[in-house]
């Protein structure tokens, strides 16, 4: 399977960049120093969400960025074909 492949590089990765990360480099999103290491996560340079992989580049970013990043590129992508899916705004139950 490649995702399982996929998955295995994906930690490879994850580790090489964490193994250059210095406690205080800045997110390359908010500028703010990343200092604890549970607080970061690979961030695609290329959005997932548009077609993105690993290849493209990746980069360590707090981890809160990366997914605020995620859910923006998603609303707007939807947005783009007419659809308007934003559960996380959802109040509704
Ligand atoms: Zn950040």
């Not at 999103?29 to 493209?56: K, L, N, S, Y």
Request: with cysteine.
């Amino acid at each position: 399977m490649t995702s399982e492949r996929n998955s295995y590089q994906r930690k490879r990765l994850r580790s090489w960049l964490l193994a250059r990360w210095r406690p205080g480099d800045p997110c390359p999103r908010c500028g703010q120093p990343m200092w604890r290491i549970e607080d970061i996560d690979m961030g695609h340079v290329v959005p997932r969400a548009i077609g993105g992989t690993f290849r493209d580049g990746v980069r360590l970013e707090h981890r809160s960025c990366n997914r605020r990043q995620g859910q923006q590129m998603t609303a707007r992508l939807l947005a783009a074909r007419g659809v308007d899916n934003r559960p996380w705004k959802r109040r509704g139950r």
